[in-house]
């Protein structure tokens, strides 16, 4: 993990003028206004849950995205599908899912089922993690056809690990050049990239490419210089370039919520999503999860800059120690 940056500042002032430019800019969009130049992607769906803009995108989305990992996969094919549905149903129209989640592609596949039915009522978000530049666009040409469609809202790059990675991303005619490819080819409407382990890294790919969104790993305990630094190095940049940013880890991974008795679903989501982000991307293993998760967005009122303060004094060193250390290991399957 590369050295945190400590001369940073914190998003103390960042925040406010984000989250003021962002009220104004999100209250100027028509809810299902086609993007211009945009003629084969389908309208933008509206949604009846508390929406911002994405970014310079031109698009809207609800706060809350549903993530189609891990926790998704731990249920059965048919509840499976009947649980998205609801979620789609309910207004969680983003959908976050990659090429390696799941068994030989299940979510993508389960994705599929209710393709192209419900297409035009949803915004899915696919990541390829293949480096192999012979790979890549293989393997993207794979999850768009377990879809069932023949283009997805938002591409993204996964999981950019250190200055190693960047560098294999960044070789001729490797993963980056051909995500610039998919999108001129409109196989996807945004492009972008997650990261969940560095975000000095991450930092050095924003400043250096032009990318319409970003996923990183934000939660309580991702905050600090000691730590993965996500809130302190690489927020502030994308906030800076205007790009649409999905919250994920919101969590912990289990790392979090689950092990701490004093962080709770509701505290890390509303954490978060109190942080300069267009959405959080969230993992329901049960059902009740969806219904408590919808309740706490549907009353969502950001933390106060005092209440954020106390909250990261409460995550202390063990919560960020244990988190970064086991993200450090973490492979990003389902």
């Keep these: 993990m590369g050295k945190i940056d400590k001369t940073r500042k914190g998003l103390n002032r960042r925040e406010f003028i984000a989250r003021s430019a ?18 084969k992607f389908h309208p933008i769906p509206s949604s009846p849950l508390p929406g ?14 549903f993530g189609c990992g891990s926790r998704w996969m731990m249920y059965e094919d048919d509840e499976a599908v009947e649980v998205i549905n609801q979620a789609i149903d309910s207004g969680i129209i983003y959908l976050d899912s990659a090429h390696t989640y799941g068994r030989n ?5 389960l994705i599929g089922r209710i393709m192209p039915a419900r297409r035009k009522n949803v915004l899915i978000q696919t990541k390829i993690q293949n480096r192999d530049k012979d790979q890549w666009w293989k393997d993207l040409e794979t999850s768009l056809a377990r879809m069932n469609v023949d283009y997805v809202d938002t591409l993204l790059i996964h999981s950019l690990g250190d200055d190693e990675d960047l560098a294999a991303l960044e070789v001729k005619g490797g993963p980056i050049e051909q995500l610039y ?14 990261s969940h382990t560095n975000s000095q890294t991450l930092a050095r790919l924003l400043r250096s490419h032009k990318l319409d969104t970003v996923q990183m790993a934000l939660n309580v305990a991702t905050n600090n210089a000691r730590d993965m630094g996500f809130e302190e190095n690489a ?53 009740e999860h969806l219904a408590a998760n919808l309740e706490v967005v549907k009353a969502f ?15 202390g060193e063990e919560i960020r120690t244990s988190f970064a250390d086991f993200m450090a290991g973490h492979q990003d399957v389902a």
């Design 22 to 39: 962002a009220a104004t800019f999100a209250a100027s969009i028509a809810p299902g206004a086609l993007l211009a130049g945009d003629s």
């Design 52 to 65: 911002r803009a994405f970014g310079s995108t031109g698009a809207r989305i609800p706060i809350l995205t």
């Design 105 to 109: 592609g299940r979510s993508e596949k």
């Design 181 to 194: 490819k998919a999108r001129e080819q409109k196989l996807a409407r945004w492009i972008g990239v997650s």
């Design 235 to 287: 927020l502030p940049l994308a906030v800076e370039q205007k790009m649409g940013i999905i919250a994920m880890k919101v969590m912990g991974q289990d790392q979090i919520v689950g092990k701490y008795d004093k962080f709770d679903y509701a505290t890390c989501l509303r954490y978060a999503l109190s942080l300069p982000v267009s959405s959080a991307t969230v993992g329901m293993p049960r059902r």
């Design 301 to 315: 009122e950001p933390y106060s800059e005092e209440q954020m303060k106390k909250i990261k004094a409460r995550a």
